[in-house]
């Protein structure tokens, strides 16, 4: 399974960016879907996940400013991201977990969010 992550750039505080990804390959479904975040010199983070069933989570640093959602039918998971601030900067990565007679886990090549004036 391969994901193909976009939408990263360069964006003023205050501003918005949508990030995309999305899953193709060979699998039988996919399980879940998430964003993390990994910023200079930081561990990577969680940052929202969608499941098959299509229940969300977001991380407390960006509740309310980011969403999460998909379309199902294209394998592809979003990441709305309104009200950006300084330390949202970071690169992004797409997460998935899918069923392949067992349950298997994937990483796109990570996008780049750099927000600053």
């Known amino acids: 399974v391969q994901l193909a992550e976009s939408g990263g750039g360069l964006v003023q505080p205050g501003g918005s960016l949508r990030l995309s990804c999305e899953a193709s390959?060979?699998?039988?479904?996919?399980?879940?879907m998430s964003w993390y975040r990994q910023a200079s010199g930081e561990q990577r983070a969680l940052v929202a996940d969608?499941?098959?069933?299509?229940?969300?989570y977001v991380s407390d640093p960006v509740q309310g400013r980011f969403t999460i959602s998909r379309d199902a039918a294209k394998n592809t998971v979003f990441l709305q991201m309104n009200n950006l601030v300084p330390e949202d900067t970071a690169v992004y990565y797409c997460?998935?977990?899918?069923?392949?007679?067992?349950?298997?886990?994937?990483w796109g090549q990570g996008t780049q969010v750099t927000v600053s004036l």
């Open positions: 997460n998935a977990k899918y069923w392949l007679n067992g349950l298997y886990e994937t």
């Open positions: 390959g060979r699998f039988s479904r996919i399980h879940e």
């Open positions: 969608i499941t098959s069933g299509g229940g969300t």
